[in-house]
């Protein structure tokens, strides 16, 4: 295992009715006047957004509100947000939404304490400061809620890239499995996807005796392949939504990254898709995932291996490992598939003609060096490849 610093301070208030907290963190967090950043319209259906603004007018919290955000957020709107913050002297940001509204919110938070433009983060700029967020989650998937990230597509160019920084960490986040209720069964399955290539990209590493983190990650895999389909088959599920809830934080808030390095090959080829066809990232995973693990499985067949005999139940084949893997990665797909995943281009929405330009982007864009560097490195042509055996 290798050295490694941890510092994840995010409060978490987890269960029933915990939106009604809202006030009373931001309060405890410091906020004085808050910006309230939300989506397309979900947390005003369903009358999510008028109880979290009723817990901050019973702090006697003043706040502005600021809606619109997209899947896949863009720019456009963060601009707007650092603008009102800036002049309405916001001093807290409060997410009320799933990992578009809490990343968008989080690109505001460090662009309105910075001079200079916030795509700076975005091309590599490590982010330092950043007005404090909290958020309130609805949609288990891209576990920002942990997470000292946030991914943010420029219109210009529809470049889709991520930043990172402590000061991104909210300082708290409110997980009220039941907001998840209302979710529709494609955006449930999107989010398990997304959960487990986040465990995926940590399991898939080069540093040796990781066994706590192996295990950890197995467990979470574990959980998701019992409680995702029940989410997915009753969206009434309390029970399996609170596994799922937790799981999705604990995925990604780097517990269980801790001291070994990491691939995010899958999540660097599938942002190109999301970033080009506005997909949702989940449903690009699904179509990733399989093809990256089956092109770079001979760098480490052994650890395909692993997974595919502690997660998916495969018998391992001592003479011939390399189908273990297969059937490994097989099985993943064939999972992700019952969930209601596409599993090619065409019903993602992708367009072979695209793919030269796709790997290009994926490996040229915002400056990038021509080269993945995950578990194995990965040049222009190796991306086409990958991109080809989604078709
Ligand atoms: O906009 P509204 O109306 O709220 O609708 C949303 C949106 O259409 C809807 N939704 C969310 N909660 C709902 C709901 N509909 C009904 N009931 C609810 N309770 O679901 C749709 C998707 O929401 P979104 O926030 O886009 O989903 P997700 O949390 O999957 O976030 C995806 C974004 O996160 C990025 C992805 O790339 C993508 O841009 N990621 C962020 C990461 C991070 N910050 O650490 C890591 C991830 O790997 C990922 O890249
Ligand atoms: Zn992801």
């Known amino acids: 295992m290798e050295n ?23 309060k405890r967090f410091g906020g004085s006047k808050v910006l309230v950043h939300f989506g397309g319209g979900s947390v005003i259906r369903s009358g999510l ?94 576990g920002s809620e942990g997470s000292p990230d946030s991914v943010i597509t420029k219109e210009d160019g529809m470049l889709k890239r991520g930043a990172s920084g402590e000061a991104y960490r909210p300082k708290f986040s409110i997980l009220n499995p039941a907001l998840t209720q209302t979710l529709p069964a494609y955006q449930t399955a999107c989010g398990i996807t997304d959960i487990m290539a986040h465990l995926y990209e940590r399991y898939l590493t080069n540093t040796s005796n990781v066994e706590t983190t192996d295990r950890m990650i197995e467990a979470l895999l574990l959980a998701m392949k019992t409680e995702g389909p029940k989410a ?23 517990s269980c990254g801790v001291g070994r390095s990491q691939d995010w090959t899958s999540h660097s080829i599938e942002h190109e898709l999301s970033a080009l066809y506005d997909c949702a990232h989940g449903a690009g995973l699904a179509v990733t995932m399989p093809a990256v693990f089956t092109y770079t499985m001979k760098h480490d067949v052994m650890r395909f291996a692993k997974v595919a005999v502690r997660v998916w139940g495969c018998q391992m084949n001592f003479d011939n490992p390399e189908n273990t893997a297969k059937e490994g990665i097989k099985t993943l797909q064939n999972f992700l598939v019952s969930i209601g995943m596409p599993k090619n281009f065409a019903e993602l929405g992708a367009k072979p003609e695209d793919i030269e330009k796709l790997a290009h982007t994926c490996c040229y864009g915002n400056g990038g060096s021509g080269e993945i560097q995950g578990f194995t490195k990965l040049n222009q042509k190796d991306v086409e490849n990958i991109y080809r055996l989604m078709v």
């Open 49 to 142: 957004l008028d109880r979290v603004k009723k817990s901050l007018e019973k702090e006697a919290i003043p706040y502005v509100e600021l809606g619109g955000v997209q899947p896949n957020p863009r720019s456009g709107l963060v601009y707007q947000g650092i603008d009102l913050c800036k002049k309405e002297k916001i001093d807290f940001i409060l997410a009320v939404g799933g990992g578009s509204v809490i990343d968008s919110s989080k690109a505001i938070a460090a662009g309105s304490v910075y001079d200079g433009d916030f795509w700076d983060f975005y091309e590599g700029k490590p982010v330092e400061k950043a007005l404090p967020i909290g958020t309130v989650l609805t949609i288990s998937a891209a």
């Open 4 to 26: 490694f610093n941890f510092y994840a301070p995010t409060y978490f208030a987890f269960g029933k009715d915990r939106e009604n907290d809202a006030g009373q963190l931001v």
């Open 232 to 254: 997915v088959a009753d969206s009434s599920d309390y029970e399996s939504r609170a596994n799922i809830m937790w799981a999705g934080m604990m995925a990604h808030n780097n």
